[in-house]
């Protein structure tokens, strides 16, 4: 069968209800094996887990976003768990006292759903509508593939990034931990950089992931904030309180004096997360193991696993990709 010329971003027009016609279009698209075994299809320039194509595109077609949803956005392992656990602690700290928080009992993965996840059909979901507000949802999507509804309303969009290198090689573990195919040996990272390089990799090209959503925030910037991993690493403090400013939670004087802020960024910390008996062992839908979501949590890991000459490759494309922008990577 005849490629057909990729779609400019006509994402909203494909018709996910017929399961046959939506098998047909897959067949016509160019597809790879990701480095890690999981099957991926390039859909409007991005390069999407099979998986999670038909999903995505119902995502887009169904998903009615309300003015007060925050929606976190990110690429898998840029630091989505722990936003999640902030902006779920920041949104309800009124809710649950933070003793008492559901995060003590349950992965942030289950309270903040994935919209690719199937929760966006309100028939299939009709408790959708009675969430309380804010409702928090997360998504690994592009921001030119987001539902029409997150851009058109006055919902408001939170992404968070890290440095490619260490984003790398923590989905090289994940993968590797929830025995998706191949194991983190020499090979295995040999051939994913390569891939990463050539923007091949579940929810890439990560350039232009992150220009996508820089460039969203420099023109809207109280629609889209952009924060990097890395600076939460170095200032949680200041981090949280921008956070809950951007949601519309700020903190008043009453609760910093008390502080608030040092208790969510506490609780939400790496070592209080990952030391919680829920995500040592639990899973989620027997899949993905609770405890790879909480690897090493650690910036500058990449230098055990990559050598110069990878990193000085990814600083070359940077440079030439984030030419211009403004937008920049420690490495
Ligand atoms: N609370 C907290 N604080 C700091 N760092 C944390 C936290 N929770 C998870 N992590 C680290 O984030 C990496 C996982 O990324 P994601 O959460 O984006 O993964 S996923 O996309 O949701 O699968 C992964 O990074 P690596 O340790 O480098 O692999 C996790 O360890």
Known sequence: MEKKEEPECSCAEVD?????????????????????????VKYCGCWLLVMLFRPIIAAQN????????????????????????????????????????????????MLVPFLELNIYKEQDNPDL?????????????HFKMLPDSIRETD???IYICRNPLDQL????????????????DPVAIDEAFDMFCQGINSFGPFWDHVLGYWNAHLENPGKV???????????????????AEFMGFPFSLEEEEQGMI?????????ESLSNLTVNKRGDINGILKNSSF???GQVGDWTNYLTPAMAERIKKLMDSKFEGSGLMFNT
Request: glycine share 2%; aromatic share 10%.
């Open 16 to 40: 996910d209800s017929s399961k046959d016609e939506f098998q047909e279009l897959l067949r016509t698209l160019e597809q790879r094996v990701n480095w890690d075994g999981l099957p991926l």
């Open 62 to 109: 169904h998903f009615k976003a309300k003015d007060t949803d925050i929606i976190l956005t990110t690429m898998p392992k840029s630091g989505t768990t722990w936003l999640k656990a902030l902006t779920f602690s920041i949104a309800n700290r009124n809710v649950f006292p933070i003793d008492q928080s559901p995060l003590l009992t349950s992965n942030p993965h």
């Open 129 to 141: 509508e009675t969430i309380p507000s804010p409702r928090i949802f997360s998504t690994h999507m």
């Open 155 to 157: 919902c408001r969009i």
């Open 169 to 184: 090689v923590s989905h090289i573990h994940f993968s590797s931990q929830n025995n998706f195919g191949k194991d983190a």
């Open 225 to 243: 904030l952009f924060l990097k991993y890395e600076d939460l690493k170095e200032d949680i403090t200041s981090q949280v309180k921008k956070i």
């Open 262 to 270: 040092d208790q969510i960024s506490g609780l939400c910390s790496f």
């Open 294 to 296: 909480f690897r090493k």
